[in-house]
């Protein structure tokens, strides 16, 4: 995004939105292949499928679409966020912008 703001060109558009366009498409064909049990793709799950089941089952791959589903909590979400490494990025990122 930040290239298209600081381009402005057409072709940064294309270049970068194409690639994220890209990365979200294997990231739902990975999902996909492992739902099928093709065993191309390895998982932090190992063999346990119930695991990989019950985790597909209370999360989302649209970001919070599983807290509005109901599906997880807001609590959830502010355990989960790493607030240290947070805080440090912001502050590197204010000083090398």
Do not use: N
């Not at 346990?48 to 589903?69: G, I, K, W, Y």
């Amino acid at each position: 995004a930040t290239a298209v703001l600081a381009g402005g060109r057409v072709a940064d558009f294309v270049l970068f939105g194409g690639l994220s366009l890209y990365a979200v498409a294997g990231c739902a064909a990975q999902d996909l292949r492992v739902l099928r049990k093709e065993g191309s793709v390895g998982t932090a799950f190992g063999d346990a499928d119930s695991s990989l089941e019950q985790f597909f089952a209370s999360t989302a791959f649209v970001p919070f679409a599983a807290v509005l589903d109901g599906r997880q909590s807001i609590q959830d979400i502010v355990r989960e966020v790493p607030w240290l490494a947070l805080g440090g990025g912001l502050v590197v990122g204010s000083f090398v912008q």
